[in-house]
């Protein structure tokens, strides 16, 4: 559409035509179909992007042609695009005129903008390698070492972190298989320079930190190169986190890391790593884990701003994941035996008595919810000024994916191997039981406010948007919204990293349709990126906690409609326990 509608563009192709320049869109590129794009350093993900960088290498190769990308301000996919299409002109000593564009209709910087890389251009022609110069560059693509089963005896895979809980659980599932495994440091001032330093500015926060943890690994305990792998992930092919892995292999190489591997937990890259793999009892073991984890979690943040002595439930949370850590390999029994042991630690932890604080809700982009470093540890600064948060679930995030995977093939008629049907449907049904057996546990909890799963969340969701729509956390995040606000749930923090398209439109573009049921609600949306200002977003969360403790007083003088509370048995439970 940039290229068509001169709406969009600002009727951008008139600049060039004026200076001499004739302009031919990408697409009217002779020859397209027949370029080779085995060699890219990304993943091609429509045909759009394959349009692209097919025109990228014609023109590379060809001493008449310069390459100009309009792209869209504050778009995540651009930015892969983007540079991408660098890397290939550069091969051949040219560069990429990019023109990020908005509503703004000043026109005056984009006439001196492409005057300058016209003018440019014309002085470099001439001693400009031509075609035969570019075709012995182009095509290297990357060199990505393989990790195979000889190094999976040798090297210790860095993890880096979602939440710091799922880390060391994914690591110790990890290690019960036979790997060497680290967990990585949370990200500090110096890991985010570093992921900022060796990817493009445009990337998706949540890739910087996690190759920021890890360079900052290699530049403060020097590891040997070829003793360790990074293990990244690599889902969602609808938005950047599907290039995760070669965003990573790129800076790594960049850095001066070429003989690093790289393993992923997705299936495209996994003939890269066959020393790497996440086998069904693996599988099995994270899933029922993580059901416990995020009830752990649960037990943390609502004791955390209650207890009366400081450090109490950061103690019980550890000695229960710890347990958990050690108990991943031992079956299922002993997985769930560990949240039975840490809900009755958490019921003998003495309260203060303090009256139930207002709410907030913290959701959105799985990796910026959940990871303090990337968040500017919000969780913290809301229990500090007087809430209490109730954390989004990553087995509902994990569980989606199964629920989206089976709509595709029942309602939208997608065929799907034999194989791929029955793994999606046994692993909806296994994630459901492991969280009903979770919350029949966390019944036993004197403060335990129920939880719902991935299905019931779409339910709560589904009069306005469908099942299949998966970019990024897709209806998860309408569907909690609508659930918790149902329920007594007043205040909502929706973060997300800055330029992330799929979570502005089922994220902040969503919360006219919440408003329109729940019009009391306050529902702030925050974008996080290295460069994020502290005092702007400190400003904006103390009128949500304004705004919260208002809807709290008034809630107080109308009939409750919290989250109910389920009956059972409370022996034992200590008077302070309940408030």
């Known amino acids: 559409s940039y290229q068509t509608d001169p709406l969009i563009n600002h009727f951008i192709g008139k600049y060039f035509v004026r200076l001499g320049v004739p302009v031919i869109p990408a697409d009217a590129l002779p020859g397209l179909e027949d370029v080779n794009l085995s060699d890219l350093q990304v993943r091609v993900r429509s045909n759009s992007q394959a349009v692209l960088y097919a025109a990228a290498k014609v023109v590379a190769n060809s001493p008449h042609l310069e390459l100009g990308h309009i792209a869209s301000f504050g778009c995540g996919h651009d930015a892969v695009v983007c540079d991408e299409l660098e890397r290939i002109a550069g091969q051949a000593g ?6 990020k564009l908005d509503e703004s209709d000043v026109r005056g910087p984009l006439r001196i903008r492409i005057a300058s890389f016209v003018e440019t251009v014309r002085q470099e022609r001439q001693p400009r390698r031509g075609a035969n110069g570019a075709n012995g560059a182009n095509g290297a693509g990357f060199r990505w ?3 195979s089963k000889e190094d999976a005896r040798k090297r210790t895979i860095y993890i880096p972190n979602l939440s710091v809980g799922f880390s060391r659980m994914i690591g110790a599932v990890f290690e019960n298989s036979g790997l060497h495994v680290r967990v990585m440091p949370l990200a500090d001032d110096r890991a985010i320079d570093l992921g900022k330093l060796y990817l493009h500015n445009d990337i998706c926060f949540p890739a910087q930190i996690n190759v920021g943890e890890f360079l900052r690994v290699m530049e403060t305990e020097h590891p040997d190169p070829d003793s360790i792998a990074l293990g990244m992930h690599q889902n969602c092919t609808t938005c950047r986190a599907g290039q995760y892995a070669m965003l990573a292999r790129k800076a790594l190489d960049q850095a001066g890391c070429e003989n690093v591997p790289i393993v992923t937990t997705g299936s495209e890259l996994r003939e890269l790593h066959p020393g790497f793999n996440v086998d069904a009892r693996m599988q099995v073991q994270v899933l029922h884990s993580m059901a416990v984890l995020d009830a752990l979690e649960d037990l943390r943040r609502s004791t955390r701003p209650y207890e009366l002595h400081t450090g109490d439930a950061e103690a019980a949370y550890e000695q229960a994941l710890q347990a958990l850590c050690a108990n991943v390999g031992r079956g299922r029994s002993a997985i769930f035996g560990v949240l039975e042991d840490a809900v009755r630690a958490f019921n003998r932890i003495e309260l203060t008595g303090e009256a139930q604080r207002p ?18 540890e919000l969780e913290a600064y809301l229990e500090k000024h007087g809430l209490e948060v109730i954390g989004t679930r990553l087995s509902d995030f994990f569980h989606g994916g199964f629920v989206i995977s089976r709509a595709e093939a029942q309602h939208w008629f997608e065929k799907k191997p034999l194989l791929r049907s029955l793994v999606d449907k046994t692993c909806d049904a296994l994630f459901v039981h492991a969280l009903n057996t ?17 299905r019931e969340i779409y339910a709560t969701a589904s009069p306005w948007i469908d099942k299949i729509h998966s970019a990024g956390e897709g209806w998860l995040i309408l569907g909690e919204i609508m659930h918790a606000a149902g329920h007594g749930v007043n205040s909502f923090v929706v973060v997300q990293p800055f330029g992330c398209m799929p979570n502005h439109v089922f994220g902040r573009g969503l919360t006219r349709v919440v408003k329109e049921v729940h019009p009391h609600v306050h529902v702030l949306c925050l974008d996080f990126d290295p460069d994020t200002s502290m005092g702007n977003i400190e400003n904006r969360l103390q009128m949500l906690i304004m705004n919260a403790r208002e809807l709290e007083r008034l809630s107080a003088t109308a009939p409750s409609a919290r989250y109910p509370q389920r009956s059972s048995p409370r022996a034992g439970v200590p008077p302070h326990a309940l408030s």
């Open 94 to 99: 040219k560069q990429v005129l990019v023109l």
């Open 145 to 147: 070492p393989a990790f």
């Open 359 to 376: 709410t907030a809700l913290v959701l959105g982009e799985i990796l910026v919810a959940v990871h303090p470093s990337s968040n500017y």
């Open 438 to 454: 979770a919350e029949d546990i966390m019944a036993g909890y004197a403060r335990h406010r129920p939880r719902v799963n991935a």
